[in-house]
């Protein structure tokens, strides 16, 4: 009596849940990866820039505001101005 050594009803079964269990362990890891890579590049946005160039921009329309730049109404000179300052 020879035993066979592919016994499709009981020897594969334990190897094709161990085969679906990694797959869907490397999806979960994947997927989380994928996420945190994600987080990471979104905190690299730094807002404290965009918070010095807003605050920038304030002070020198505050200033234009001082010496009566905006009473001209051209657009040239406003720019003009802002590039001196």
């Known amino acids: 009596m020879k035993q066979k050594s ?6 594969n079964k334990k190897g094709f ?9 490397v999806t979960i890891v994947f997927i989380f990866l994928t996420l945190s890579a994600y987080y990471v590049g979104k905190a ?3 807002p404290l820039t965009r918070l ?3 605050r920038s921009g ?3 329309i ?14 040239k000179e406003i720019a003009d101005k802002i590039s001196t300052l």
């Open 17 to 25: 849940i161990l085969s679906l269990d990694a797959a869907i362990a």
């Open 52 to 54: 010095q160039m807003i």
């Open 44 to 46: 690299n946005e730094d």
């Open 62 to 75: 505050a200033v234009l505001d001082q010496k009566g730049a905006f009473e001209t109404l051209t657009q």
């Open 6 to 11: 592919w016994n499709l009803r009981s020897g």
């Open 58 to 60: 304030s002070d020198i």
